[in-house]
Nanobody, 127 residues
Framework: QVQLVESGGGLVQAGGSLRLSCAASGRTFSKYAMAWFRQAPGKEREFVAA????????YYADSVKGRFTISRDNAKNTVSLQMNTLKPEDTAVYYC????????????????????WGQGTQVTVSS
């Protein structure tokens, strides 16, 4: 089973930026896709972004497209989420998720498809 630890959350004003990181251990990181989800109070966990095992395929939720960038460093076993032009509606707990499909051929976009999760990191955007 993979262990995931997120970092980088915090409080930022609207229009600002944050960079989240997720460190993975416990299995060969470079063979599996990774994703970021978020959950605001009283709402369901929602998809934010996903990146394939090679980094060659990336997908974003419409709500973050053009503002957020997902990337991975397979040498360092990390996946990152650069968040720019943050809005109050981006406020949520952000979770890193690891796919368990070896060399998966499509990106998974729903939380139910992921088994391994980090503990989450809080992002708060003030207006």
């Amino acid at each position: 089973q993979v262990q995931l630890v997120e970092s980088g959350g915090g409080l930022v004003q609207a229009g600002g930026s944050l960079r989240l990181s997720c460190a993975a251990s416990g299995r060969t990181f470079s063979k599996y896709a990774m994703a970021w989800f978020r959950q605001a109070p009283g709402k369901e966990r929602e998809f934010v972004a996903a990146i394939s095992w090679s980094g060659g395929s990336i997908y974003y939720a419409d709500s973050v497209k053009g503002r957020f960038t997902i990337s991975r460093d397979n040498a360092k076993n990390t996946v990152s989420l650069q968040m720019n032009t943050l809005k109050p509606e981006d406020t949520a707990v952000y979770y890193c998720a690891a796919d368990d499909w070896l060399y998966g051929t499509r990106l998974r976009l729903t939380s139910a498809e992921y088994r391994d999760w980090g503990q989450g990191t809080q992002v708060t955007v003030s207006s």
